[in-house]
């Protein structure tokens, strides 16, 4: 994003595409875990009911939603949000793969951050092993740790949230 200028003649219009860019990081992660979850209870599942389907979505819904929003006069439409998700139709499982891309993507941009030569050069190092090397090695080779704990994703939104508030103050 420190070279979107190139796009963008307008400074209003940057700060808008980044900040939105900002928020859908920090906002697609509930809705992958969501998804994830209930494609995993689904395939566990294999003899449930459509209500017990419902039930079930909407509780893991909950658990990934925020309790601040009110969602009054949705409950059909979130009953059945799950559909307009295509992925569990025609590629289970494969979801979560776009968090595993986008938490790699944050962790080298931190990094671009700090030491733009070097997030380049760990970014090259690890397009060079092509499909060689597991995933965890990839990310190892770009620098990066394979790493889903709580610490360390809520590090990397820490730093999202800070770039966001950069860019919401203008900078």
């Given amino acids: 994003m420190d070279h979107w200028q190139v796009y963008f003649d307008n400074k209003e219009e940057l700060n808008r595409a980044k900040e939105q860019q900002l928020e859908r990081v920090i906002t697609i992660f ?8 209930f494609q995993h209870w689904v395939y566990e599942n294999p003899n449930h009911t459509e209500e017990e389907r419902g039930s ?3 509780r893991i ?7 601040v929003i009110d969602f009054s006069g949705l409950e059909e439409y979130r009953t059945y949000a799950w559909q307009r998700q295509l992925h569990l139709f025609e590629v289970p499982f494969y979801y979560i793969e776009y968090g595993i891309a986008q938490l790699g993507a944050i962790g080298l941009w931190q990094q671009y951050k700090k030491s733009p030569d070097a997030a380049v050069n760990n970014y090259l190092a690890a397009l060079d092993l092509g499909g060689t090397k597991t995933l965890p090695e990839l990310f190892r ?3 990066l740790e394979f790493d889903f704990s709580p610490a360390h994703i809520s590090g990397l939104m820490n ?3 800070e770039e966001l ?5 203008g900078a």
């Fill in 30 to 37: 509930p809705w992958i875990a969501t998804i994830d979850k």
């Fill in 56 to 58: 079930q979505w909407l």
């Fill in 61 to 67: 819904l909950k658990e990934f939603s925020s309790p």
């Fill in 141 to 143: 080779a770009a620098g």
């Fill in 159 to 161: 730093f999202v949230k």
């Fill in 165 to 169: 508030e950069k860019v919401q103050e």
